[in-house]
């Protein structure tokens, strides 16, 4: 596209997404590049205390951020899974826990084999989870291994105040040489080619980069209202539209893991932190009013509400080119998925590795933006059938409303070949690279209804008195690890 060294990098917009996004650009390419951050105090952030997935581990530790200083410094708790309330029916819960579930034999998952034992309640499964056994007692450990066992040990990830992250990462970043300005955009001038020469702030200031990095959330401030890059739209598959977000009080009780709850017309969140416990309640429009959201958010608070619950519209979907011309969006600005997974932090996690892998040397390439736009597409599209999942396969005794609709729905092909085989041999298919594990999809099917009607015959190579001997090894191998856990208070205090 051009030759021209890339050195100036222009990132608008803060928040965590931003500084996430400076903090890692300043720490791989040291001084290789020359970082300017413009975010306003007068523009408010979306994030309202945060719930991740395992990965964020691994940015951290590319960081050099220690864990403890993480936890102390963003008020953060340990999280072990996630736990579905009331999605099926007669009010069942069910939990997609991280890590292994029990443990696999050869090139056989270890589900097969529970299959084969033909147990009588499906929440047997959940019997074989260390994380999950662990997180329905309040108890967290650091451990990669089941002491003298081969058992893998605890995958965990956490709650945190999103806030406290970015002013973190801010710190970070500022003691890397990492510019920030202070100031809201007015105008944009485009080069003959339509990429982006500068940014002009109300204050009058002008500022000039080689490469612009798009973090202004929802507003999309340069992908959209400047280039106008397209949105592919994904709310006929993913109905809830609306959110309304509150803190409050702390529950006495500090439990490892997200709640997500089923109401009529939407689900709630809970994630607790140490110094507060975050809430929110995604919701369709169509079928709940702002008002009747509200109150009914209010009325499921663990204590009293520390703030006005905030009103916060999204459309679900992505960006159709999240790389274009010389503009990189990430986070909120490349597309939204609802939190129901915890992944929004995860996509703006991966966006900056997949940008770090292929960044621009000497000059712009097509091939580079390409394959970063190919990368993105597949993965939020990945990442959308699992979320379609929980809504197709509800089984909430409800009629004509959201959930009545997303049981009806025409889903995608990609994700009706997922659910059609795991019901019919109990095999779940992954491509390479995806986003959520094996153990992941067979949780969540299993939970929500889905009985595989066969498993692997691999799995007939062990004899039943055999099979039934190893099961229940590993229920007990679990059993006695959770029982020699601190409580993840005791945990949270010895930092």
């Known amino acids: 596209m051009n030759n021209k060294k890339i050195e100036d990098i222009v990132i608008v917009g803060g928040g965590t997404s931003g500084w996430m996004t400076a903090a890692m650009l300043a720490?791989?390419?040291?001084?290789?590049?020359?970082?300017?951050?413009?975010e306003s105090e007068d523009i408010g952030t979306i994030g309202v205390g945060e719930a991740t997935i395992p990965p964020l581990q691994i940015f951290n530790n590319v960081l050099g951020i220690k864990e403890s200083d993480f936890i102390k410094q963003t008020q953060a708790t340990f999280k072990l899974?996630?736990?579905?309330?009331?999605?099926?029916?007669?009010?069942?819960?069910?939990?997609?826990?991280?890590?292994?579930?029990?443990?696999?034999?050869?090139?056989?998952?270890?589900?097969?084999?529970?299959?084969?034992?033909?147990?009588?309640?499906?929440?047997?499964?959940?019997?074989?989870?260390?994380?999950?056994?662990?997180?329905?007692?309040?108890?967290?450990?650091?451990?990669?291994?089941?002491?003298?066992?081969?058992?893998?040990?605890?995958?965990?990830?956490?709650?945190?105040?999103?806030?406290?992250?970015?002013?973190?990462?801010?710190?970070?970043?500022?003691?890397?040489?990492?510019?920030?300005?202070?100031g809201l955009?007015?105008?944009?001038?485009?080069?003959?080619?339509?990429?982006?020469?500068?940014?002009?702030?109300?204050?009058?200031?002008?500022?000039?980069?080689?490469?612009f990095i798009d973090c202004s959330g929802f507003s999309a401030l340069l992908i959209e209202k400047q280039l106008q890059v397209g949105f592919e739209n994904w709310q006929h598959w993913l109905p809830c539209d609306s959110a309304y977000a509150v803190p409050c009080e702390r529950a006495e009780e500090?439990?490892?893991?997200?709640?997500?709850?089923?109401?009529?017309?939407?689900?709630?969140?809970?994630?607790?932190?140490?110094?507060?416990t975050g809430n929110g309640l995604v919701y369709c429009s169509k079928y709940l009013s702002d008002e009747k959201a509200k109150s009914l958010l209010l009325d499921n608070l663990d204590g009293k509400a520390l703030a006005e619950p905030r009103k916060i519209n999204f459309k679900t979907g992505r960006r159709e080119q999240q790389w274009y011309k010389n503009c990189v969006a990430i986070g909120l600005s490349s597309g939204f998925l609802e939190p129901l997974e915890s992944t929004s932090l995860h996509l703006v996690q991966?966006?900056?590795?997949?940008?770090?892998?292929?960044?621009?040397?000497?000059?712009?390439?097509?091939?580079?933006?390409?394959?970063?736009?190919?990368?993105?597409?597949?993965?939020?599209?990945?990442?959308?059938?699992?979320?379609?999942?929980?809504?197709?396969?509800?089984?909430?005794e409800t009629h004509n409303d959201l959930w009545q609709q997303c049981r009806d729905m025409d889903i995608p092909q990609s994700l009706k070949q997922k659910i059609a085989l795991f019901e019919q041999t109990g095999t779940v298919m992954r491509q390479q690279?995806?986003?959520?594990?094996?153990?992941?999809?067979?949780?969540?099917?299993?939970?929500?209804?889905?009985?595989?009607?066969?498993?692997?015959?691999?799995?007939?190579s062990i004899q039943d008195a055999?099979?039934?001997?190893?099961?229940?090894?590993?229920?007990q191998i679990i059993n006695r690890a959770v029982n020699t856990m601190p409580s993840h208070q005791q945990f949270i205090d010895k930092l």
Do not use: C
């Not at 991280?98 to 019997?127: C, E, L, M, R």
């Not at 801010?170 to 990492?178: K, P």
């Not at 893991?257 to 089923?262: G, K």
């Open 27 to 38: 720490k791989l390419f040291k001084h290789q590049l020359k970082i300017t951050l413009v």
């Open 81 to 182: 899974g996630i736990e579905f309330e009331n999605w099926g029916n007669n009010q069942q819960n069910y939990m997609h826990a991280f890590g292994n579930i029990g443990k696999d034999i050869g090139f056989t998952q270890f589900h097969h084999y529970w299959k084969k034992s033909n147990p009588a309640d499906v929440k047997q499964f959940w019997d074989f989870s260390l994380n999950y056994q662990a997180a329905k007692n309040n108890k967290f450990s650091i451990m990669d291994q089941v002491q003298g066992t081969p058992l893998a040990g605890i995958t965990h990830a956490y709650h945190f105040d999103a806030n406290l992250y970015a002013k973190l990462l801010r710190q970070y970043s500022e003691n890397l040489s990492v510019k920030r300005i202070e």
């Open 185 to 211: 955009i007015t105008t944009t001038e485009l080069s003959d080619d339509g990429s982006i020469e500068t940014i002009g702030l109300k204050n009058g200031q002008s500022i000039k980069g080689d490469l």
């Open 254 to 276: 500090l439990t490892p893991y997200t709640r997500s709850i089923a109401h009529d017309a939407g689900w709630q969140w809970r994630i607790p932190l140490q110094h507060r």
């Open 350 to 396: 991966s966006a900056i590795i997949r940008l770090t892998k292929l960044f621009p040397h000497n000059g712009i390439q097509q091939a580079n933006v390409d394959e970063f736009n190919r990368q993105s597409k597949l993965e939020f599209e990945q990442i959308r059938d699992f979320i379609i999942l929980h809504y197709h396969l509800n089984q909430k």
């Open 433 to 460: 690279d995806e986003l959520f594990t094996e153990a992941a999809w067979v949780q969540v099917m299993l939970g929500q209804g889905i009985i595989p009607k066969d498993y692997n015959p691999l799995a007939n």
């Open 466 to 475: 055999d099979l039934s001997e190893f099961l229940v090894n590993v229920k």
